[in-house]
């Protein structure tokens, strides 16, 4: 029960990070980034971080399949991850931009 609700405020948090950004506020946005590692954080602990952030890959929001691909890239769910980054890509904006950085940080292609 307490992963479903964390798992509503991941995925409210990864919408209105962006929200926070498009209105200049990177205090907000960051304390969203914060609150989300320290979840994902603790889903890895427990063993069910790709169960929870695997189907967010198909999320309609661009900013919460992004959020979910930055962070299991890092847990378990690379490939997956890879392929919605990439298609992320196609959009020009910053979550695309966002995007870019994440697969050159991991120094992946940003091309298959």
Known sequence: MKNEKDLEKFVQDAIDEWSDVYAGDAKAANARIRAAEKMV??????????????????????????????????HGGKEQAVVVLRDLLKQPNLI?????????????????
Request: proline share 4%; charged share 20%; net charge positive.
């Open 96 to 112: 695309s931009s966002s995007a870019s950085a994440v697969l050159r940080i991991h120094k992946i292609s940003v091309t298959p």
């Open 41 to 74: 954080a603790r889903w890895a602990k427990e063993g069910v971080v790709l169960d929870l952030l695997l189907p967010l890959l198909e999320h309609e929001a661009a900013s919460v399949r992004f959020a979910a691909a930055a962070h299991l890239i890092n």
